[in-house]
């Protein structure tokens, strides 16, 4: 909120339903009047084109209506007006006006009048391009160092820049590497375009280089001279650009740049003299001249509908306007000098200065009176007592607690409910979640509590008939005797089935069966499975209802273990598998860019074909763009059938990498903490990406423990993490052998700790937990608050 708010000095809303943008508004001295005061010229999407002369009135009177001096409707939306010498045998200022496929230049002349009507204005069309592309933005000025005229140059919608020399077409150019199109601006001082690309960075050209450029659609301009167009200097900055001002009144040489969270000051090479981080939303911005050698002012609006004015990144005033500005203009009329002159998106034109306006204001006397301060004294203790209440009472806690329903599990009132299910054909690699929420007391303390829960087994999988021949195996042993797995897992023992021992079976619902058996001698339960990762939820869930079962029963020294051997070669053919589908998505991609290539050059080819005053025969080009079209389809939609089958192969990555860091922790009886430097060390990614994969990942990991805890000698922890950028290996081989190294010098007694890397910077990835998307069959997460 703005400690001012701008004066209010002449108003006027134009229309109604209109709509306006950053290029709607120029002031200039149109009519060539000579006097030095400006006018006001405003052009909206409808086609309505306006010229005003504000004058000082009486406050809250508004816009008087000879005020308004045209008013033309044209057939067109406006995109841009600019005020400038834009016809060649005349020195006299002009309007340019931008349509999507049109930019016109009109004479704006001014006739006395006769009686006490006044002045009469007039709008004459001087001259019209007609343009074959659609138009976003234009800018001008003495392109290739001309005196006393300006040419236009257009940027379209499909990256290519149009040049004007007055009524004369003179060229056009294609922007390298454009998508979508962004501000443009032309320096004088270097003969520069600077515009900001898709690729988020500042671009400057000039205009020299362009002239002479080869033009990317002239198929006789590539066989005969001609240069690549490539950018004087670049600059990133990361985000998109709302507009680009060059100055021309500050001494200094600058390039403002307005992002969409930072302002920028630019040298003429591109170097950065200063930035400034905002910390609202900005929607338009000018830069002015300051009484202060060496520095530039800039009024910046924002869409809190505030104006804000900066001495360089120096904040120096606020003031609060009536409407969220879209173009901002300073201007000078004539009873008042430097008016800041806004424009919203609907159309509110305002011009205001800063500043405050004394208050007369003077209250009223009041009668005087003798004070009772017996009363007062005990008004006092009164609100003393509801302010103490108030403030033991004002800052309360809110409690978080989840509770998850099965599917025949009662009701309960609750505030929030969401179903989870399963959208995909495979299993997830984890039935947890969080559930986090924001809230603020009475007093406006912002506030986030937070509460984990886990959905029940029987989401992702059904009672099953037990399986007596599996392709894998492992055997968890304890140190108490077995119990019954029908007390373990209730709701998978279906009553009308015969026992065959102390054996249950688990049906996935997207995978295999998954069988568990007691022995009736010893105290070990055997996991067995036709598909190796489908065994960790069994294992996870088996091993947390031990812990529950026996801590209910009063038992506080029962543990879990695991004898060994430690299967890595079942798990290696998950990680081949994986690794398998990176390499054919990084083929597909290959395969797709050069058929895209090919396909683009066959269009380019038939498109000069069919321009040709004498066509000449096609041989066969549309019988190869049309094989060319098909191979592409093909080749996109295996593509997408890879991205799919990668998917899924690293949920069944990530699922069989928890069961081998489960066994591995209970093979060696690893502690909390280690378990989950091993966690962070085997599944530092929630999923894959073209630029950065699982094994890269690991394998970098590994090699880090394997060169500090678990090194063989002092010597080898001295060695630093390597710095190299990670990318993907050629094969598996390395991966395999340092996991395999792992588990060798972990069975020899190493210990994961991060205590020996005091000398070594390593950034510790935490295991992250994944979004749910299970179920065949539905769950309901009630979330109560109290």
């Known amino acids: 909120m703005s400690l001012f708010k701008a004066r209010d000095w002449w108003s006027v809303v134009l229309g109604e339903g209109e709509e306006f943008d950053q290029g709607c508004l120029c002031v200039g001295d149109v009519d060539n009047s000579g006097s030095g005061h400006d006018k006001i010229v405003v052009g909206s999407y409808m086609g309505l084109l306006r010229i005003y002369g504000p004058r000082a009135s009486s406050p809250g009177s508004g816009a008087l209506a000879e005020d308004q001096l045209l008013e033309v409707q044209l057939r ?32 704006v002349t001014a006739t006395a009048g006769n009686v006490e009507h006044g002045i009469q204005y007039q709008l004459r069309l001087v001259y019209e391009h007609n343009l074959q592309r659609t138009a976003c933005n234009m800018t001008y000025g003495p392109f290739g160092g001309v005196t006393g005229h300006h040419f236009i140059c257009i940027q379209s919608m499909d990256g290519m820049l149009m040049f004007f020399e007055q009524e004369s077409y003179a060229f056009g150019r294609f922007l390298p590497g454009f998508l979508l199109p962004g501000p443009l601006c032309y320096c004088g001082r270097t003969d520069t375009f600077i515009t900001v690309s898709s690729a988020r960075q500042v671009e400057s050209y000039k205009y020299e280089v362009l002239a002479v450029a ?88 924002n869409h809190n509908s505030t104006l804000l004015v900066y001495q360089d990144v120096t904040l120096k005033w606020a003031a609060q306007l009536s409407c969220v500005p879209v173009a901002v203009r300073v201007a000078n009329f004539q009873d008042l000098k430097g008016v800041v002159v806004t424009l919203s998106g609907d159309g509110h034109l305002q011009c205001s200065y800063m500043g405050t306006d004394p208050s007369f204001f003077m209250a009223p006397r009041v009668d005087a009176r003798e004070i009772n301060y017996e009363e007062v004294d005990a008004e006092m203790k009164a609100l003393q007592k509801i302010i103490k209440e108030a403030v033991r009472t004002q800052d309360w806690e809110l409690g978080l607690k989840c509770i998850v329903c099965d599917l025949t599990g009662p009701g309960s009132t609750s505030f929030v409910m969401f179903s989870v299910f399963l959208n995909e054909k495979y299993s997830p690699a984890d039935l947890g979640g969080d559930v986090t929420v924001s809230y603020s007391t009475p007093t406006g303390v912002p506030r986030v509590a937070q509460c984990k829960f886990t959905l029940p087994l029987r989401l992702v999988c059904l009672p099953s008939a037990p399986s007596k021949n599996s392709k894998y195996k492992i055997t968890i042993d304890t140190n108490k005797p077995p119990v019954s797995l029908g007390d373990i897992f209730p709701e998978f023992v279906e009553k009308s089935e015969e026992k065959e021992g102390n054996v249950l079976a688990f049906q996935l619902i997207a995978g295999s069966t998954v069988t568990v058996q007691a022995s009736k001698t010893s105290q070990r339960y055997r996991i067995q499975s036709d598909t190796f990762e489908d065994m960790w939820l069994v294992t996870k869930e088996l091993l947390q209802r031990f812990d529950t079962f026996f801590a209910k029963q009063g038992v506080k020294d029962f543990r879990n273990s695991f004898a060994g051997p430690i299967p890595l070669q079942e798990y290696f053919e998950t990680v081949d598998h994986h690794f398998e589908l990176r390499v054919n998505a990084e083929k597909y991609q290959d395969l797709l860019s050069e058929r895209a290539v ?27 763009m049309e094989g060319t079209y098909r191979q592409v389809i093909a080749l996109a939609d295996a593509a997408e059938e890879n991205r799919a089958l990668l998917c899924q192969a690293f949920a069944r990555l990530r699922s069989a990498t928890h069961l081998l860091i489960t066994l591995l922790s209970l093979w060696q009886g690893l502690s909390a903490d280690q378990t989950s430097i091993l966690e962070a060390t085997l599944l530092p990614l929630l999923q894959d990406t073209p630029q950065l994969g699982w094994e890269e990942c690991v394998d970098a990991a590994v090699s880090h423990l394997l060169r500090t805890c678990l090194s063989r000698s002092p010597k080898d922890q001295a060695l630093s993490l390597s710095t190299s950028q990670l990318s993907m290996p050629k094969d598996t081989a390395r991966l395999k052998k340092h996991i395999t190294l792992l588990c060798d010098r972990l069975g020899k007694g190493g210990r994961l700790s991060l205590s020996s ?26 979330i109560v608050f109290s």
């Open 598 to 624: 090919q396909f683009r050059a066959i269009q380019r080819r038939l498109l000069t074909r069919f321009k040709d005053k004498t066509p000449a025969p096609l041989q066969n080009l549309d019988t190869l």
């Open 214 to 301: 080869t033009d990317a659609d002239e198929e006789h301009e590539r066989k005969t001279s001609g240069k690549r167009l490539t950018a004087d200097w670049t600059l990133v900055i990361g985000e998109q650009a709302l507009d680009i001002v060059v100055p021309t009144f500050t001494s200094t040489s600058s390039i403002f740049v307005l992002g969409e969270r930072n302002v920028y000051c630019l040298k003429d090479n591109g170097q950065i003299r200063f930035m400034k981080k905002l910390e609202y939303n900005p929607s338009c911005f000018l830069p002015y001249a300051s009484v202060s050698e060496g520095t530039t002012n800039l009024l910046m609006g």
């Open 757 to 782: 890397e005091a000398n070594v910077q390593t950034p510790v990835v935490m295991p992250g937990q994944s979004r749910m998307s299970l179920g065949g069959q539905r769950a309901t997460l009630i």
């Open 76 to 107: 067109d939306p406006i995109i841009q007006l600019e005020v400038g010498k834009f016809v060649s045998c005349s020195d006299l200022l002009h309007l340019a006006v931008l349509h999507p496929r049109k930019l016109s230049v009109y004479a």
